[in-house]
Each structure stands twice: as structure tokens, then as C-alpha cells.
């Protein structure tokens, strides 16, 4: 098992693979988002120095915002163009996979089936992109079920499962986080870990914090047989908080 965290989007994107290397993470889960970390902002070869000196792994994030679902169709292909766009980024920093959101924000006239439609014909599109590139593209459960991934998996059989436990515990959930891991473990690839408190508060707090039952996540991921990347998504003004949440995690990982 790896333990990487993610960079702060308001932070200098050289400056924070620094701090993962110079803390003991194994990679960084790298988000290309505004306002310093978007691809327009940055130089790829620079990263990609970076990383290489430091020894570091990377892993591909965009931003849960992009609305690849909405019901305007340009606005879907604008999202998805951007997508490519940072998928292009990725592949020239190393990365050979990044995740995706889905997108059910739409208004509730629209029907769940016509929801996940839109999001399957932007998914396709991208997941055509990542095999021309040789790029593994990851769906992380945000605010779907159980229900939606289903239709939008067999939809798209090259589409991994990204897992994000913290999501799990939120509304409109909260999703059993046994059920989805022994659903779509044989597409897992990737985890996200973090606290929060339940409701609709995507809060990122340390490990211990919320009311997560993160320990019972992690025992869960070990059990079905588990042993892949984990990215702490932790974003504490005192970055301690972080650095001794990868401890916790290191701690009862070789402990379950």
C-alpha cells in the first residue's frame, strides 16, 4: 500500500511536491485546478523535473466541478474538451491516470436516467481519449449511489472505480461502504481518504475528526484484498494534521 496526499490548488504546485517527498508520502495526487495549479499556469516539464528528482510517483485529479453532466449539450463538450486538455497535461508530467467526477446536479425535472445518460456520453469521450494515450480514466463516487455507477459501468467497461471513503459518509447517502467496495471492487484502482461529519459538509478534516468510520473503511479495503494507492485528501491550515493522519493510517494498516 502507497500513501500519497494531494496538493493544495491555492498553492505553488512545486513547493507542495516538495513537502510530500520531504514528509515520507509515496506520491502526489496531483489536481489541476485554479487558481495556481491549473495546467495553464504551470510548466510540465518543471513537475515532471521535480518529481523525478524527488522519487516521486503521480497521480492525475480534476476538478469536481467540471460539468460533464449538465444538460446543455455544449457545455458538457466544453467540459470534457477541458478534461482532455489536462489529460494532455497529465500524460506529459508521467501520470498514467486521473480521475473523474460524476455530475448529477441538475435540476430534479430531469429524470436519473437522463442524468446518467449525460454523463455517459461525456465519460465515453474521455475514456476514448485516455486509451489513445494510454491513460487509465477513474470515476470517483461523489454525489451517486450505488444505482448510477452500475448503469454507467456497464456502459463503459474500460471505466475504473476510483473510491472515496469520505464521500461514502456523505448525503445523499450515505452509501455502504461495503456494499460499493464488494460491487465494484474488480475495477478499484484508487482510494481517497478523509474526515468529515456527515450531511452534505465535504469538510477534508484529519482522520479522526468527523464521524467517518474510517478504520472500518480501511479494514474493508484490506480484506477484499486491497493494496494499492491511497491518497490522503486533507486540507488543515496546520498541515501536521496531515502528516500524522498518514501516520495513523501507516499505524492501523499494518495492524487490521
Not at 129 to 138: A, L, R, S
Not at 185 to 207: A, C, E, F, Q, W
Not at 220 to 228: I, V
Amino acid at each position: 500500500m502507497k500513501i500519497g496526499m494531494m496538493n493544495f490548488p491555492a498553492a505553488d504546485v512545486i513547493r507542495e511536491i516538495y513537502f510530500a517527498a520531504e514528509n515520507g508520502f509515496d506520491f502526489v495526487d496531483l489536481t489541476i485546478e485554479p487558481p495556481l495549479a491549473y495546467y495553464d499556469k504551470n510548466n510540465p516539464g518543471e513537475i515532471k523535473s521535480a518529481l523525478n528528482k524527488l522519487g516521486m510517483d503521480v497521480i492525475g485529479h480534476t476538478a469536481y466541478y467540471l460539468p460533464i453532466g449538465s444538460p446543455v449539450k455544449t457545455v458538457r463538450e466544453t467540459a470534457v474538451c477541458e478534461i482532455i486538455k489536462c489529460m494532455s497535461f497529465f500524460k506529459s508530467i508521467g501520470a498514467d491516470k486521473i480521475n473523474i467526477h460524476p455530475d448529477f446536479n441538475q435540476p430534479n425535472f430531469f429524470s436519473s436516467e437522463e442524468k446518467t445518460l449525460f454523463n455517459i456520453e461525456s465519460l465515453k469521450k474521455i475514456v476514448c481519449e485516455g486509451q489513445k494515450n494510454g491513460i487509465i480514466v477513474m470515476l470517483e463516487n461523489l454525489n451517486s449511489g450505488i444505482t448510477e455507477f452500475e448503469e454507467i459501468f456497464l456502459a463503459i467497461p474500460e471505466l475504473k472505480f476510483h473510491f472515496d471513503m469520505g464521500h461514502a459518509n456523505l448525503c445523499p447517502g450515505p452509501v455502504d461502504m461495503e456494499k460499493m467496495i464488494r460491487r465494484f471492487y474488480d475495477r478499484l484502482t484508487h482510494v481517497h481518504m478523509s474526515d468529515n461529519k456527515g450531511g452534505y459538509g465535504d469538510l477534508h478534516i484529519p482522520l479522526g475528526t468527523g464521524n467517518l468510520d474510517w478504520k472500518r473503511g480501511v479494514k474493508l479495503l484490506k480484506d477484499f484484498g486491497y493494496n494499492g494507492t491511497i491518497t490522503l485528501e486533507i486540507f488543515s491550515n496546520d498541515r501536521n494534521y496531515l502528516i500524522l493522519s498518514k501516520e495513523k493510517l501507516k499505524s492501523f494498516w499494518s495492524r487490521c
